[in-house]
Each structure stands twice: as structure tokens, then as C-alpha cells.
């Protein structure tokens, strides 16, 4: 959005001092956070030309949005939490404000690890080596988040409390730049595309007050991940051969043998047997999470949102227009991977509630054992005879 600086969304406040989750002097010196969200909005890109005036009522209509859709989502899912949110935080920001919350929420998830690493390798934590690879390292970040930036609509970040910022159940980011340009470019109802992507977003707010463990379950997860490929570290040289290998082989369906290979899960190749294991986990809950809000937000009628046949169609269809740098990026940065989670999990839940019920399905958000397997993802039986529904 361009506009003067005092008509532009809230911008994310840093994190309190001395309350950040990474280490002391570890985090710095391997990652540059600062470097990463300053980098991000020097390359942010322009967001739509409005006038101070149309900025004013987009960030006041978001935020209405927000507030409207949280009674549907509690109507659609049952969810008691969605009675009361007054622990997190609704944030209408602008491009380079998200990427700003996102170096912050890496800081955090990445704390851990980085602890492990400076107790376990301290020789790898050399001032002199390490301020140079967090400049190079928070310059690369940034680069990346600059280029997430316009593409983001909407994010909960439970994280964000732990780094010592806003209320202690985390903020909901609504990027108002993104859905303003999105909304035009398919030239749908503002209204009506403001309140169905709010759905979404404030399903994903509903889920971690409806679930208040699975925060601390996540971190838990990521920082077994992150510390398990540390760990194996030596051997990442001989893995990332293999990983090349594989995808520079042969693109008609057979490897140089003659013989047929199967599609590269880059991933998968990049970890040993317990990473795949906890890289399977933490895939199935997301996949459980945005498949779930794409439900709720799917479950809306024209009597909620009016246009909303016409927006779920042209909003499916526009992948078919990215530029090949854009499908270049999604691919890298595993955006792709990610639509996939939203289909896979909405299959789930769906197959789930349709056998037997919300109530059945909402037993998801009772404890970490509950949570659906990869597998159960993909075979909803599984889950509900696991379950004993």
C-alpha cells in the first residue's frame, strides 16, 4: 500500500528486551535477525496504490472481518474457544510488518537449536566465522521473507509471546496489501473476500485456544527436527549428493537403466530415518491445521458470504496465471507442498466429520496422541478406529 507513513497498517513491535527464546550470543552470530526483517523491507515490494482514505477503510473493514467471522467459525466447528480470544492478538499489517514477525517467530523456533548447537559444538560458534555467516545467513532470510511477503494473506503466529511480544496466545497477521491486491486481480466482491479469507485465518486462532498444548507440542517437535539434522550434520555432504542425483535424473519416468524412479521428495532425501519420522509428524498436523480452516472457510453459504461460489472458483483457478519465476519460488520454498497440505487435510477432516460428526472430530484437539498420523491423513478410517468412534 502506498500512502504516508501514519495511514499504513500497525506495524509488529520488536521483541521485549531480554526476552527473546535464542540464546544468548548464539542466535546473533549464526542468524542476523535484525539484518533479515531490515533486508525484507528494503526488498519488499510495492503494495497496491490507494489513498489514504481507501487504507483507512480497508484496515477498518479487515478488522470487522475479523471480528465477524469468528462467530461462524465457532457455529462451523463447535470449538467453545471460539467464545473468547482475548488472549491473542487480531494485527492488520502491511507486507514488510509480516516479514518483520516472521524474523521475530524464527528467532524463537530456531532458539532451541541453536542452544543445542552451542553445547554440543561450541567450535562451530566462532566469533569470527559466525558474525560473517549471520550476515550472510540473516541477508538470505530476509530475501526470502521480502518475496513471502506478497504472497502471504493471513498468518497466525502462536509463537510470537515467547519471543516476548503482544498478548500470551500469540496474533493473528492479516496482510492487508496482499488481500487487497488479490481481491482485485480477481476481481471479486472486497466485502465478501475479506470476511472468507477471515474464516480461514480465525480458524487457525480458534484451533491453538481450542488446543492450548499444541503451541509447546510444536516447538517441541521443531526443535527435535532441527536439532536431529544438526546432528547429523557430517553426514548432509553424502545426502545432498544423492539428492541432486536424483532430481537431475532422467525426466520421461526411467532412471539411466532403463528403469522407472519415482517422483524426489528433496526432504525426505535430506534426512535420516528419525528426522523422516519427526519431518512425517510435524507434515500431518499441518496438514490437519490448514485443511481444517480450509473446511470452515469452505463451509460458509450465500447467505454469509453472497459471492462465494464465484470467489472459491476464480481463487482455485489463478494458480494457472503465475509467471515461471513465481512457480520457480513456490517450488523452492516448498509453497506448493504446502496447497497440497491444504487438500490433503481438508479430505481428512472431511471424511472424518462425515462419518461421525464435529463433535467426533473435535476429540483432534483433546491431547497430542489424538493428532492423525501422515497416514492416517490420508486414510481418515484409520484415525477414527484409532480414535474408537
Known amino acids: 500500500m502506498e500512502s504516508n507513513e501514519r495511514n499504513r497498517p500497525a506495524p509488529v513491535p520488536a521483541p521485549a528486551a531480554g526476552r527473546n527464546s535464542a540464546p544468548a550470543g ?15 523491507a528494503a526488498m519488499v515490494a510495492p503494495g497496491p496504490k490507494m489513498t489514504a482514505r481507501e487504507i483507512r477503510a480497508a484496515v477498518a473493514d479487515l478488522r470487522a472481518a475479523a471480528d465477524a467471522s469468528v462467530a461462524h467459525v465457532h457455529r462451523i466447528t463447535g470449538l467453545e474457544a471460539a467464545r473468547d480470544l482475548r488472549d491473542s492478538d487480531v494485527l ?11 524474523s521475530q517467530s524464527f528467532s524463537v523456533l530456531m532458539g532451541p537449536a541453536l542452544q543445542h548447537l552451542a553445547e554440543t559444538r561450541p567450535e562451530q560458534l566462532d566469533a569470527a566465522n559466525t558474525a560473517v555467516g549471520g ?6 532470510l530476509g530475501a526470502i521473507l521480502a518475496f513471502l511477503s506478497s504472497k502471504v494473506l493471513g498468518q497466525y503466529d502462536p509463537f510470537a509471546a515467547l519471543g516476548g511480544v503482544g498478548k500470551p496466545g500469540g496474533r493473528l497477521l492479516l496482510v492487508a496489501p496482499n488481500i487487497v491486491t488479490l481481491e482485485r486481480e480477481l476481481n471479486v466482491e472486497p466485502a ?11 480458524t487457525h486462532r480458534v484451533q491453538f485456544a481450542a488446543a492450548p498444548w499444541l503451541r509447546g507440542h510444536l516447538l517441541e517437535q521443531i526443535s527435535e527436527l532441527s536439532n536431529g539434522m544438526m546432528d547429523t550434520a557430517s553426514t548432509l555432504s553424502e545426502r545432498l549428493g544423492s539428492a541432486v542425483k536424483a532430481l537431475t535424473a532422467p525426466k520421461d519416468g526411467l532412471d539411466a537403466d532403463g528403469v522407472p524412479h519415482k517422483s524426489v521428495d528433496l526432504l525426505s532425501l535430506l534426512q535420516d530415518p528419525r528426522d ?3 519431518l512425517s509428524h510435524l507434515t500431518a498436523v499441518m496438514s490437519l491445521l490448514e485443511g481444517h480452516a480450509n473446511v470452515v472457510m469452505d463451509a460458509v453459504d450465500a447467505g454469509i458470504v453472497p459471492s462465494v461460489k464465484t470467489i472459491r472458483q476464480r481463487f482455485n483457478n489463478r494458480g494457472a496465471k503465475r509467471n515461471w519465476m513465481d512457480r520457480f519460488f513456490r517450488q523452492i ?3 506448493d507442498a504446502k496447497m497440497r497440505q491444504y ?38 478410517d484409520l484415525w477414527i478406529s484409532r480414535m474408537g468412534l
Open 192 to 202: 465478501d473476500f475479506r470476511l472468507w479469507v477471515c474464516l480461514h485465518e480465525q
Open 92 to 102: 492488520i499489517v502491511d507486507r514488510a510488518s509480516w516479514a518483520r514477525a516472521n
Open 276 to 278: 523422516k519420522e519427526r
Open 343 to 380: 487438500s490433503d487435510g481438508a479430505r481428512f477432516v472431511r471424511a472424518v466429520t462425515s462419518r461421525v460428526g464435529m463433535e467426533g472430530f473435535n476429540r483432534v484437539w483433546e491431547r497430542p496422541e489424538n493428532l492423525p498420523t501422515e497416514a492416517e491423513i490420508h486414510s481418515a
Open 333 to 335: 520454498l516448498g509453497l
Open 135 to 140: 550476515a550472510v545467513t540473516g541477508a538470505q
Open 26 to 40: 548464539a542466535a546473533p552470530a549464526l542468524v542476523n535477525w535484525d539484518l533479515a526483517a531490515s533486508t525484507a
